[in-house]
Structures are given as structure tokens and as C-alpha cells.
């Protein structure tokens, strides 16, 4: 792009980084509560979910070693995805401000940068949950990327399993060994029964690998939108059950910790999990701020421009109720 720097430019560039973070370190995101945060080096990551191994079997004195089978493991792609902005004014518009008001503007729209990097991550990132009941699949899960290294996502639309994120029963999760698994309750309102029903789905059904060996989940993340804050409080902090006359002790007392996320989009919607567990959030690169001014046509530009990534690498950590399938 045509453009060059002088004194001006090369300070309000300056400027507009300072300003940028001024803003940026003042908002606390979600996301890095929920998901694995990791840096990406290229244009994707791929990784394999682990299969398992199978157990040890006991050996007499002198007979040989069994070997176990090593299944071939599925692949789970993440690809970095560029989010950028821009604006443009007049020369005659720049040279005739008045400084200080123009230094205004430029603190405003650095400031108003290091808001919407913040919420467009946040935005991002939970739409693993928003569309992660889509019977249909939804964008967000598609990693495919074309160009010098052309990356087929196989699941298209879907996580690597080739079904929804939370699937329904009948609409299952399979396994290497070709045991299946469902992870959303339909339609089910968060209380102490549905609660106690998501955490033995996890724990006791749901704890397989691929091979069908068992494995520890144990969730400590109750995830939910700011429309079920008194109702996760209840529930969670009450030492008796709440609204029943026979003082039975409340069994999901302190069981989990809530976390509210304003980014969700399904009101009655909730999600049972382990934090920073079965999601990647990738950072690409960090913002970047350019203001130059075009040589053909005299006008100044302010851009920015960041990249990073977001995926499913085991649904098994996460259980989903009272969500959106389409």
C-alpha cells in the first residue's frame, strides 16, 4: 500500500500504542479462565487427541511382554484467523484541527481499540459454546485454510469427532473403540437435580478415552450467563436445599465455582466443565498499529490488525444444557 512516514505520522503511531494500552490492560477477559491459552508460531496448530493405552497385564516369571495395540488417533486442527480495523481522515481535516483535539480523537479511538480487541476475543471464544449445540455444525469449528500450505479441516463444520460440540443423545460423540457419547442435557434447567445429572454424565459415563479406559474428570467450573446469576447463587451457596421444607443439606454446596460470561447468548443456558480444560485459545499476534499517510490521495490511515485462534481438542470436559441446537 502506497504510503510514507514523516514526524507525524511516526508519532501519532506512537501515540496511538500508548494509548491502546492504556485501555487494553484495564479489562479482565473470560476466555483465559475457560480456555488453555497457548502462542501459535504459524499459520495453524495441529494436534492428535490421545487414544490411551490400554492396562498392564500381569506377567509370570519368564513369559513375554504383551504388547499392546496403539490405535491411530484422532486430528485436531486449529487455524489463526486475521481480525482487523481501520479509519481514514482528510488531510485538510488533520492539518486544520485544532492539536489537542486531535490527540482527543486519536486517545479515543486507540482506547476504543483496546476495548474491542478485548470483545472481539471474548466474542470469539464463546461462540464454542453459542453454536456449539448446532445440529448443523456451525463456521467457528471449521479450521480449513488454502494457500502455501493448503490444511483440509476433515470435520468441516464440526469438531474433530464430526458431530456438534455438545451432541445429543442419538446424535452421539464415537469413540476409537466405537463406544458413543453424548454431552447436552436438551433442554434440561439449570437446578440441583440437572446439576447432580450433568456431573454423573461427566464423571461416571462420560470418563473414557478413546479405548474405553477410564479417566479423571472431575469439573469445577459451573459457566453461565449473567440472567442466572441469582440461580447459580442459590444453588451453590446454600447449605440446605433450596426451597424445600425438609432441611435436607444441599449436596452442591461449594461443589463448583460459577463463572459468568456476558458473552453468552442463550439466556437459560449453562454449562458444567473444567476450566482450561478440552479448549485452546491460541494468540497469533499481538495488535499491531500502523498510521500512515497515502501518497496518491493525501488521506491519513490508522489500522490494526491481530490474529489468533480457538478450538475443541476433547469434548469430554464440558457438559451443556438448555442450549441453542440451531
Known sequence: MPGFRNQFTELMQKNLYKWFFESYDKFEPVYPKVFQVEPMTGAFEMMTVGVGLGDLSERKEGDDIIADNILEAQSVVIKARTFSSSFSMNMEAVEDADPSKLDNLMRATAAGW?????????????????????????EVFNNSLTGVTPVIDASGDFIYT???????????????????YYNSLGAL??????LQTAYSLMTVTNNRDERGGIVSLQPDTLLIPGGLHFTAKTLLESELVPGSANNDKNVVNGLITPIEWAYLTDADG??????????????????????YQDEKNKKYYATIDTRFGAGVYNWRYWIASAISTS
Do not use: C
Not at 478440552?278 to 499491531?288: D, I
Open 270 to 291: 449453562w454449562f458444567l466443565g473444567k476450566k482450561q480444560a478440552g479448549l485452546k485459545f491460541y494468540e497469533r499476534k499481538a495488535p499491531v498499529i500502523d498510521f
Open 189 to 194: 434447567a439449570l437446578s440441583s437435580a440437572n
Open 162 to 180: 464430526g458431530k456438534p460440540f455438545f451432541a445429543l443423545t442419538g446424535n452421539n460423540h464415537t469413540a476409537k473403540d466405537g463406544s458413543t
Open 114 to 138: 483496546g476495548e474491542k480487541v478485548i470483545s472481539t476475543k471474548e466474542k470469539f471464544a464463546a461462540k464454542m459454546f453459542n453454536y456449539g449445540g448446532y445440529t448443523a455444525g456451525h
